[in-house]
């Protein structure tokens, strides 16, 4: 039993080894469908907001600065999060929502455009653009046709279209985004007119 | 003749001894008795790791106390190596020192399918790859994705598409990483290696939070959350910063698992530029490839009548390699092919209400020790089987003779 003593304690021994520094990763893999649609022009606003936990479980819902006169006909409301103050669905993967963002009115307006493999503008682009005047804000009106390369949370999505609004007052950025496919995207561009026409600052 | 023993002799009775199997056997057993109560409230997987993974040398096993909240605190040995150390002593008693003949043949053919099952466990533990594939109907994919080990990938990305291979940081390099070390990462075949600190098993990437003391990154930070009891829950999260060839290190940015609740299998990768090349570093829960695309057609499930009580599930796939094979995946009829089984674990229970379609998950396992639990048991029970015939023919020549002998 002596020697069990031992063998068993040689375990107890072994471990002052301490915590490595250094390591050198060998291990490979070979390409698999994970890796296509690799996305390297995201920013870190765009990055973290997806996969963000429910917000009853972590993140606070801040107070939305703008408040809705109404539902569109045929939108649902759903429940909204740190990133969605104002949080709609329609059709079969149609959404809208409304948020605040960082950054100015021309980078929001390309991060979108690059969502959909669009150039971006510069400043001149971004003067010819539509004016929108929505709860005291000043922006333009958005579109974009095509393949949705991903992002805030979403899939790719062939034969999508994005409209929306983007539009700043004191500094702040605030956004109106509808997204989904083309045809259901189309078919609700006037109600979302109306929606962010109906839209009043909350105090 | 002198009675005094070698040494070596003592080791080798003393390894190959009934005495140490018997330790051994109350070890395990007592091990897996404070696990069972300890993986209550620690959960499942942080408990095996802790009681038999091979890196735990050691166990500062928790035994409740009666009327307190307070728990004894048992220094064990780990697990593994007291199975280890089974396997060693089964061998050289149950088979090597052994007496040897038709009477024992029973017990030794036993004594190897223990072995065997023991060994089984243990290559398992060291080769076995775990993981789930999701796929909605139309869907298909070509890789599972483990619920539980973070990694760390690198690939090249050129005109827009990943290409070569992908470099991985997984268990064996991110294993033992705590949140106040800091450990570099070298990845031989790169032109950069990534220094990685403030590591989390569970954490949250939150807008920065004034007061919290974390590292902020372009405004967000990591939030470290408390360990979820069901492991798969964790996503872990670390800071880094690409280190590169000539010792110059570049701007800090956060590495992090999405949310198991986010639906999210990643974060968008991050681009490193360096010798002219472009590289996406991303972390994600381990990446299984499988070496053939699974395509779900139809996820088909039945339950008991007025209950969510499944009766059946049942996916129809297509096993695409080179040519479209059609296989049927049942609970209890898992798929079989290329050194994976494919196991039915869920199913969307009935039409989506979107009109969306049905998703059918699997269990895909990869494990070279697969079968060999069945067949040690059959080997059992064959030697068990031999050793019962062989004392019942003993014994009955036995009573045979008493008769004469009278």
Redesign the interface.
């Known amino acids: ?1 002596k ?2 003593v031992t ?2 304690s040689i ?2 021994m ?2 002052s080894c301490g ?18 649609n ?11 907001s ?5 917000p009853a ?3 606070e819902t801040p107070p939305s600065p703008v408040v809705a006169s109404a539902v569109p006909e045929g939108w649902t409301e759903l429940e909204s999060s ?1 990133f969605r103050l104002l949080n709609y669905s329609f059709g ?1 993967k149609g959404q809208a929502y409304v948020s605040a963002s ?1 950054g100015g009115v021309l980078d929001n307006v390309n991060r979108w455009l690059r969502q959909f493999g669009a150039e971006p503008l510069d400043a001149a682009g971004l003067a010819a653009l539509e004016k929108v005047e929505t709860a005291g804000y000043r922006g333009v009106w958005v579109e974009a046709d095509g393949d949705f390369g991903g ?1 805030m ?1 979403q899939d790719p999505g062939k034969g999508w279209a994005l409209r929306g609004v983007v539009a700043e007052s004191g500094g702040n950025i605030l956004t109106v985004k509808m997204l989904g496919p083309l045809a259901e995207v189309v078919a609700e561009e006037e109600r979302l007119r109306r929606f962010v026409a109906g839209l009043k600052a909350a105090n | 003749m002198s009675k005094s023993k070698s040494p070596a002799q003592r080791i080798w009775r003393f390894l190959s001894g009934l005495g140490l199997a018997t330790v051994l056997l109350i070890l395990l057993g007592v091990q897996t008795w404070l696990a069972t109560l300890e993986m209550v409230e620690a959960g499942l997987l942080d408990t095996l790791q802790k009681y038999f993974h091979w890196t735990s040398w050691y166990v500062l096993a928790e035994l409740p106390l009666p009327f307190s909240d307070g728990h004894l605190i048992v220094p064990m040995p780990g697990g593994y190596w007291v199975c280890a150390l089974l396997l060693l002593n089964m061998t050289l008693g149950g088979l090597i020192r052994i007496r040897k003949g038709w009477k024992t043949a029973g017990v030794m053919l036993a004594h190897f399918g223990i072995i065997f099952m023991v060994a089984a466990g243990g290559v398992a533990q060291l080769f076995e790859k775990r993981g789930v594939m999701f796929l909605f109907e139309g869907e298909q994919a070509d890789y599972a994705v483990s619920l539980t080990d973070p990694t760390i990938e690198v690939v090249e990305v050129k005109d827009g598409a990943a290409v070569g291979e992908v470099h991985v940081a997984g268990e064996r390099e991110l294993h033992g990483i705590g949140r106040n070390s800091s450990r570099i990462i070298r990845f031989p075949d790169l032109p950069f290696d990534l220094e990685l600190s403030g590591w989390a098993k569970n954490v949250v990437v939150v807008p920065e939070q004034k007061g919290s003391g974390n590292p902020s990154i372009d405004g967000w930070t990591l939030r470290e959350l408390p360990l979820e009891t069901e492991g798969e829950l964790n996503a872990a999260g670390c800071y880094a910063r690409v280190v590169r060839e000539d010792g110059e290190t570049g701007m800090p940015f956060i590495l992090a698992v999405p949310p198991a609740r986010s639906g999210l299998e990643s974060f968008a990768p991050y681009s490193v530029e360096a010798d002219g090349r472009t590289f996406a570093v991303r972390m994600v829960k381990e990446t299984i490839p499988v070496p053939y695309a699974v395509k779900l057609d139809d996820a088909i499930a039945e339950y008991y009548p007025n209950s969510a009580r499944p009766k059946s599930f049942m996916s129809k796939i297509e096993r695409v390699e080179g040519e479209s094979v059609p296989v049927e995946i049942r609970m209890n009829e898992p798929m079989r092919r290329g050194g994976f089984t494919f196991f039915q674990r869920t199913m969307s229970s009935g039409p989506q209400p979107s009109g969306g379609p049905e998703f059918s998950g699997f269990e895909v396992v990869s494990n070279p020790a697969d079968k060999w639990p069945e067949w040690s048991l059959y080997v059992v029970t064959a030697g068990l089987g031999i050793h019962f015939l062989m004392m019942l023919f003993t014994s009955g020549r036995r009573m045979n003779r008493k008769p004469q002998a009278s």
């Open positions: 039993m020697y069990g063998l068993l375990p107890l072994l471990v915590e490595r520094e250094e390591v050198v990763a060998e291990e490979t893999r070979p390409l698999t469908m994970r890796d296509a690799l996305d390297l022009d995201t920013d870190n606003d765009e990055r973290f997806q996969g963000r936990p429910a479980t972590t993140l740190a079969s960082r992002g949370g």
